[in-house]
């Protein structure tokens, strides 16, 4: 209906993650209706990403230049490494301002069935950085998933000497027990810790 | 944290209607590291559509020409006009394949609050387009609002010896009572039809 540039426009949207038809019409007649300004925006920052944004060189996570902001701090503490899963885990530990030392983004997990082995995630590259900056410890933050345990598995059986942890598992922060599904409860119940007297 | 383009990206991205800070974090590391191609396309059909997309002379609905494929198409019956309140509302009636008159966007609706009077709706147009065509019917396919109500009111007022219609309202077609909230129970009762026994 309407225009073939709309058509196309509403198609186009629904690439993006949780944004089905509808949504994707609401969001074009949106911009083109109400926020004009709004879409030149997305349009202009959406190319100048697509031009300039590219994988750290040490780290892959995304970038303008050839470090991430990260990296190329040199107050971090650049003997221990935290390995995540995808840029958006690192902007979440990020975002806690909890951890100061440096990370390595495997953008995806362990996966044959997607064809995703352990160069498509850079681990050799990751095992070389550990060899070379001499690591003093690995924190895996891995997802809790089959190909998650497998891919902290798969790093751990391959590097020597070093210390590698996993964050842990278990109930949220505040979370009240009869809203948190089983499996947590169950792993929490696994990996509980003793309360000492001090 | 990481780049200036990405925060940007992410913030642009929040303009959308339904998508809060996670979300534009979500889709925007998706299109840059999963989805380049279709990054590319949205930026490109945005600048398209907004370079090319205006107002349909005749029916304000967005078109790339002067006027729209509903108005130019005549095998439509150009004396009955169905107003809407939206563009996706005019494409919600055309998707149903049911109506095969001629339409009038109204771009809101009457709010005088919001400073949406008459003429920002372009009734002063929808009145002069009614005389000039001498429109049989009207069918006012707008929202179950206060402002909705108001602005059939304010256009059945102004027009004469013309047939003015409402869309119904009621109970959805599959829906199930028990699910249905209470304002619209009620107006389905209000609204009941005898049944007639032919």
Redo the contacts between chains.
């Keep these: ?6 058509e ?2 509403i198609k ?2 629904t ?5 089905g038809k509808k ?1 994707a ?9 109400k ?2 300004n ?13 031009e ?2 590219q994988r750290c060189k040490s780290c892959r ?5 050839d470090q ?3 990296c190329e701090d040199e107050t971090r503490d650049s003997q221990c490494i935290c390995v995540v899963e ?3 885990d ?2 979440a530990i ?2 806690t301002g909890g951890y100061k030392g440096k990370y390595y983004v495997l ?1 995806g997990r362990l996966s044959p069935l997607d064809n995703l082995g352990p160069d498509e995630l850079g681990i050799p590259q990751l095992l070389e950085t550990i060899k070379r900056d001499s690591i003093k410890e690995i924190i895996l933050a891995l997802s809790s998933t089959v190909e998650g345990d497998a891919t902290a598995i798969f790093i751990k059986d391959h590097v020597e000497n070093i210390k590698v942890s996993r964050i842990s598992y278990g109930i949220p922060i505040g979370g009240e027990l009869e809203y948190v599904d089983s499996n947590t409860i169950a792993r929490s119940i696994i990996s509980r810790v003793e309360i000492n007297d001090d």
Tied chains: 1, 2.
């Design positions: 209906m309407s225009s073939d540039l709309l196309k426009l186009d949207l690439v993006l993650p949780g944004v949504s019409q609401r969001m074009a007649l949106y911009l083109l209706d926020n004009k709004g879409a030149k925006e997305i349009a202009s920052s959406l190319s100048d990403a697509l300039n944004i996570m995304l970038t303008t230049n991430c902001i990260v995808s840029p958006s690192l902007l990020e975002s953008m």
